[in-house]
């Protein structure tokens, strides 16, 4: 039962990304150019900035390393709310025509601070170290976070082309309901990353942070 219950997801999920190929990869191509360009800052920002992000990064890694219980549920809160806040804004400008390109510009600043974080690590860090750090610190929850973010925006524009195309109230609609929904299950996606954020990659950190 429940490998056919595992068989049915993935195949509708091979099915949405099958059917909305251009759009995945349009959003693919604005994440990644996000990416390069918060490595190309980190390589060409002024001393300064560098000198105040080690500065975060030396009293992020201190307080791991001297507090002995976190509270991960404030934690979890606040990652909860920023992806609450993330999951809205993707769904709102989804839904107004013109809100494409806030969409679009979401994906790519998304992709600029993942790009941002991980170059600032390794240059900080150094490469055997600040890819061991990054991996522990982002790639558990990103697994999940990445592909949300992408099919929310997927969404918005799947809703946009059908607007185009009939702008009828009932498709407008049902069209609307489609993306509302769709939303909402990204949302939940959003929800267990920050529960895999808090709860994994926080204490597997928290037992290799004298390493660093």
Request: aromatic content about 10%; overall charge positive; proline content about 1%.
């Amino acid at each position: 039962m429940k490998k056919n219950k595992r068989r049915l997801i993935l195949q509708t999920i091979k099915e949405h990304v099958a059917n909305n190929k251009k759009e995945y990869v349009i959003v693919s191509i604005l994440f990644v150019i996000g990416i390069f360009l918060g490595v190309f800052f980190i390589n060409n920002v002024g001393q300064e900035p560098k000198t105040l992000i080690t500065e975060y990064l030396n009293q992020f890694i201190g307080k791991l390393k001297t507090t002995e219980d976190l509270n991960l549920i404030e934690l979890l809160k606040t990652s909860i709310g920023q992806n609450i806040m993330l999951a809205i804004g993707l769904w709102f400008f989804g839904t107004t025509i013109i809100g494409i390109p806030a969409v679009f510009g979401i994906v790519a600043y998304r992709g600029f601070c993942l790009g941002y974080t991980i170059a600032a690590c390794i240059s900080i860090m150094g490469i055997s170290k600040g890819i061991i750090f990054v991996l522990i610190l982002l790639l558990l929850q990103n697994l999940l976070v990445i592909p949300a973010i992408l099919a929310l925006a997927v969404s918005g524009i799947k809703l946009y082309k059908s607007i185009m195309r009939d702008k009828t109230k009932e498709n407008v609609k049902i069209e609307m309901l489609r993306h509302t929904v769709f939303s909402l299950i990204m949302l939940m996606v959003l929800i267990v990353s920050s529960v895999i954020e808090i709860f994994v990659s926080t204490n597997i950190l928290k037992l290799c942070i004298k390493y660093f």
